[in-house]
C-alpha cells in the first residue's frame, strides 16, 4: 500500500503532558492544634450562654441596660433623686410657671409644683402600668399560644378564632370604650388600666407563642422525649416552651414600652389615670395649658416618656441580634 491510498488519521492527537509541581508545606508550618484548637475540658455554650457572651460585646445592648436600670431604680425608690416628695407638700402658686431656682433645677409647673420631683415620683406608675400589663399578656397569651401550637387541631381551631377577633380590636380604641363603661370609670386605677390593657394586648403575644412552638414541637428532642414516656403535657413544659422562648422574650420586651406609651396616651387624654395619680401621662396633659408661655413642664415628662421607651427598644433589638442564629451569621 503507496502513502497515496492509506487513509488519514483523524482522532486528535494526544495533549502534551505538562508538568505540574505540587507544593506542599511542612507539617510544622501549620499545626493542627493551632488551627482548630478546641478546649475540651470546657462544656459548650447554651443558646442563652451564647447570647450572654454576644450582648456584653454590644453597646446597645449596654446603653440600654443601663437606662433601664435606672429607671427602675427611679421608680423603686424615688427619694434618693429628689427630697422634694409631691404627694406631701403641697404646691404654691406663687411659684406658677416660674423657672429653674436653688433645689428646683427643672421650675415649676402652672400650679407651682416642683417638675422634677413629679417627673422623679411619676416614674413609678408609668412603669408599673407597663410591668405588669407585660407579665398579664405573656401569661394569657403564652398559654393560649402554647397550647394552639402545640396541640393543633381543633383547639387550634378554635383559639386561633377567639385571637383574631382580640386581635382585630386596636389597643388604644379597645381601652377608650372600655375606660368609659360605668365599672372602670368609676375606678380609675392603675390596676383597672392594666387588666384592660391585658385583655387588648395579648393576641400579638400568643401568635409569636404559635409560631415558635410550631417551629419546635416536631424536633428531635421532643419526639425522644416522647418515646421515652413523657407525657404531651410534659414535653410541652419541659422542652418545647423553654427553647421557644426567645422569640417570645423580644416581643414582650418591645411590647413593654409600648404598653407604657399606652398608659401615658390614655392618661393624656383624661380617662387613663386619676389626675391625683402622678404619672408622665398625667403631667404632659396638665402642662399642655401653658404651653406657649411655658413649655417645660411638658418637655420633662415627654423626655423621661421618650427615653424610657427607647431604651426598651433598643433592648429588644438587642436581645433579637443575639438571640437569633441568623442574625449573628450576617
Request: with cysteine; net charge neutral; charged share 15%.
Amino acid at each position: 500500500m503507496t502513502p497515496e491510498n492509506m487513509t488519514p488519521d483523524l482522532r486528535p492527537a494526544a495533549p502534551a503532558k505538562r508538568h505540574v509541581e505540587h507544593f506542599v508545606a511542612d507539617f510544622a508550618e501549620t499545626p493542627l492544634q493551632a488551627t482548630d484548637k478546641v478546649k475540651e475540658d470546657q462544656a459548650p455554650l447554651s443558646l442563652w450562654g451564647e447570647a450572654w457572651k454576644n450582648l456584653r460585646r454590644q453597646p446597645l445592648f449596654l446603653i440600654s441596660a443601663f437606662l433601664i436600670l435606672v429607671v427602675v431604680a427611679v421608680s423603686l425608690f424615688p427619694s434618693l433623686f429628689s427630697g422634694i416628695d409631691p404627694a406631701s407638700e403641697a404646691c404654691q402658686l406663687a411659684n406658677s410657671d416660674a423657672g429653674p431656682a436653688a433645689g428646683h433645677p427643672l421650675g415649676f409647673t402652672q400650679q407651682g409644683c416642683d417638675v422634677y420631683a413629679r417627673v422623679i415620683f411619676g416614674t413609678r406608675s408609668s412603669v408599673t402600668v407597663g410591668l405588669f400589663t407585660t407579665l398579664g399578656v405573656l401569661l394569657i397569651g403564652g398559654i393560649m399560644g402554647a397550647l394552639a401550637g402545640y396541640y393543633g387541631g381543633w383547639v387550634d381551631s378554635i383559639l386561633a378564632r377567639i385571637n383574631d377577633i382580640f386581635f382585630a380590636l386596636p389597643l388604644i380604641l379597645g381601652a377608650i370604650v372600655m375606660m368609659q363603661l360605668p365599672v372602670f370609670r368609676a375606678n380609675r386605677t392603675a390596676w383597672t388600666l392594666v387588666l384592660i390593657l391585658v385583655t387588648f394586648g395579648w393576641p400579638q403575644i400568643a401568635r409569636i407563642t404559635r409560631g415558635a412552638v410550631i417551629e419546635v414541637r416536631n424536633a428531635d428532642f421532643v419526639t425522644a422525649a416522647r418515646s421515652l414516656g413523657v407525657s404531651k403535657f410534659g414535653a410541652l413544659m419541659r422542652h418545647v416552651m423553654p427553647n421557644s422562648l426567645a422569640p417570645i422574650i423580644v416581643v414582650a420586651t418591645i411590647s413593654l414600652g409600648t404598653f407604657i406609651v399606652a398608659e401615658s396616651t390614655l392618661s393624656f387624654l383624661g380617662i387613663g389615670l386619676p389626675p391625683s395619680v402622678m404619672s408622665w401621662g398625667n403631667d404632659i396633659q396638665a402642662a399642655q395649658a401653658s404651653l406657649r408661655s411655658n413649655p417645660m413642664p411638658l418637655l420633662w415628662p415627654a423626655i423621661a416618656l421618650s427615653i424610657t421607651v427607647l431604651s426598651f427598644i433598643m433592648l429588644g433589638d438587642a436581645l433579637r441580634d443575639a438571640l437569633d442564629p441568623k442574625a449573628r451569621k450576617r
